[in-house]
């Protein structure tokens, strides 16, 4: 199934298409939760994925269960946000089952953002992976025997899902020693940057292990000078970005303003093997 990556216009109720997003009203400390929705909802392989039902019409569970699944919610949620005909709304459905995405948040009290978006991302991969399991287990009783192939693919790792290299290279024999991370987002710090480039920049920039934090290689035997470089090996379709506005454990929030252009050019931090593919 191939991502739609651009907005079809025709999916999206007229008001939606010509006007401003529906609005959400903040339910008492719900910040966190409506601008966690609406990232969500105009992401738009994402938001056609839901308009076309083509999450619900495949969950195994019963229409009067569906309201217990995150994903079914989830695309409820996003369906109503482009299709109603009203400026404003009040997302209570999805904030009186908090718990179903991640069972410590509560109604009313202050959550963060960034968190609930992991739970909600990884709740809706988790169906996912359920839901194709059990495809591949019906699929091998009708034909008799066999294994299923399938690995961990889904729709919201293919819209979300990338991965970083994060490489050590020895400074005294040379030797390379590579890691690869899969990844939902990056987490940038900003407390030294004003713009998105510059914490990009920073995140990118190679850092050399030395001193204190020397690294053990396991050809020199010993510990190392070495330099660390981390790339993106494989960009994700839509790359999610947590400014960390928090300074430390005790420190305040960071609250000054941080600039970004309109397009955000990935090359110069992908790593070369993945340049020379692309
Ligand atoms: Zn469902
Ligand atoms: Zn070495």
Redesign the pocket.
Known sequence: MALQMTWQPSLLNLKRRSGPPLGLRNLGNSCYLNSVLQCLTYTPPLAQFCLKSQHSSNCDLATEKKSECPFCILEKRIVRSLSIDSALDTPMKINNCLRIFAEHFRCGRQEDAHEFLRYVIDACHNVCLRLKKLQQMQLQRKKGGGHGGGGGNTVVKEIFGGALQSQVK??????ESNKVDEIMDISLDVLHSGSLKEALNKYFQPEVLDGNNKYK????K?L?A?RKQMSILQAPNVLVIQLKRFEGIFGGKIDKGITFEEVLVLSSYMCKASQVRA
């Open positions: 020895c400074l005294s024999c040379g030797v290689c396991d050809n020199c010993k190392v070495a």
